[in-house]
């Protein structure tokens, strides 16, 4: 693996994860009620799929011509990309704490 795929997978594996880890929605605002909905979590999670995509694009076009794709290829990379946020997804709703 070259540096450009190594950063892309790091980056998209901590990109799914931060809406998980970050109680302000889009990073910035802090919810009335304390803590985010999980509407809200999805939706930074598509927003942030959507932005490593974008950066994925510029390091593409970067190494050479920006190769052509079908929707597959779009579809496989959502679901990897769930898969990715899949640990913060335990660590905010599934993980028993001690004592809680």
């Known amino acids: 693996m070259n540096f450009s795929t190594s950063l892309l997978l790091t980056l998209a594996f901590v990109a799914a994860n931060l809406p998980f880890l970050v109680e302000r929605i889009f990073f910035v605002i802090r919810p009335k009620t ?3 909905n999980f ?3 999805l939706l930074e999670l598509v927003i942030l799929f959507f932005a490593v995509g974008g950066i994925a694009r510029l390091l593409e076009g970067n ?3 920006i190769q052509h794709q079908e929707w597959e290829f779009y579809a496989v990379n959502a679901s990897l990309f769930v898969v990715f946020a899949y640990p ?3 660590y905010r709703y599934l993980w028993r704490r001690r004592g809680a």
């Open 63 to 65: 190494l050479g011509d």
């Open 39 to 41: 509407a809200w979590r």
């Open 34 to 36: 304390g803590s985010k």
């Open 88 to 90: 913060g997804f335990i």
